[in-house]
């Protein structure tokens, strides 16, 4: 069974670019996470989808930050404009529905994305 | 105050030897709580989950104390391969409340020969 892939797993970009990230959740996971981690920094949430729907974004950095879920499968994470302090690795994870406070997430790989 | 903290350290400790970490949290309605590892470069993985009556697997050995908000993590006959960052996640949500998965910044661990 396949995991979590992400693509790309890494991005170089100029400030004020635009660059979108993707993943693929195990397939049949509801649950979809995105986590971003920077550099010294412990991984931080960013948002939540249950299928195709935001349920919790409360991580999300700023409105340069749109994430979508559309179809309840793929993932895509559009930062646009990009800025220096959005480098970092972008983590996806998913985990199956109906596990509750046990769940447990896997996770992709990861995109290292720098911005210059 | 951070909501999951932890020692960064790293540990830097000889082939057989036993090393605990320990994790804080700061949401008294936190109902449950994980360990994962990250090794370099690489994403984290679910090293075990932390019951409340303290769980066991191998040579590790997760204790939840739920009166001091803090967890532990207990590795016995320390291998190379242990070589890690050892994540302390902590699922936030109470039972009236949406899970909200929150991670500590990890413990770095550094097993030498």
């Known amino acids: 069974e396949a995991g979590v892939t992400q693509f790309p797993s890494h991005s170089v970009i100029e400030k004020g670019q635009t660059v979108t990230l993707r993943c693929d959740p195990i397939s049949g996971h509801d649950n979809l996470y995105w986590y971003r981690r920077v550099m010294g920094k412990e991984i931080k949430f960013l948002l939540h989808f249950v299928k195709e729907s935001k349920q919790d974004e409360s991580g999300m950095p700023n409105n340069r930050f749109l994430a979508e879920r559309t179809g309840g499968t793929y993932s895509t994470l559009k930062v646009q404009p990009a800025e220096l302090e959005d480098s970092g690795v972008y983590f996806c994870?998913?985990?199956?529905?109906?596990?509750?406070?046990?769940?447990?997430?896997?996770f992709g790989s990861g995109t290292q994305l720098s911005v210059l | 105050r951070k909501e999951v903290e932890q020692d960064p350290g790293p540990f830097n400790v000889p082939e057989g030897a036993t090393v605990a970490f320990n994790c804080t949290y700061s949401n008294s309605a936190s109902q449950s709580f994980f360990w994962y590892r990250q090794d370099c470069r690489k994403e984290p993985k679910l090293l075990m989950s932390v019951y409340s009556s303290g769980n066991e697997d191998g040579r590790f050995t997760a204790q939840l104390n739920r009166a001091s908000q803090y967890i532990s993590l207990l590795i016995r006959d320390s291998k190379l391969s242990d070589s890690a960052t050892y994540l302390c996640?902590?699922?936030?949500?109470?039972?009236?409340?949406?899970?909200?998965?929150?991670f500590g910044s990890g413990t770095r661990l550094s097993i030498r020969p």
């Open positions: 996640v902590v699922n936030t949500g109470g039972r009236s409340s949406a899970s909200k998965i929150i």
């Open positions: 994870a998913s985990s199956q529905a109906g596990q509750g406070m046990n769940e447990k997430l896997f």
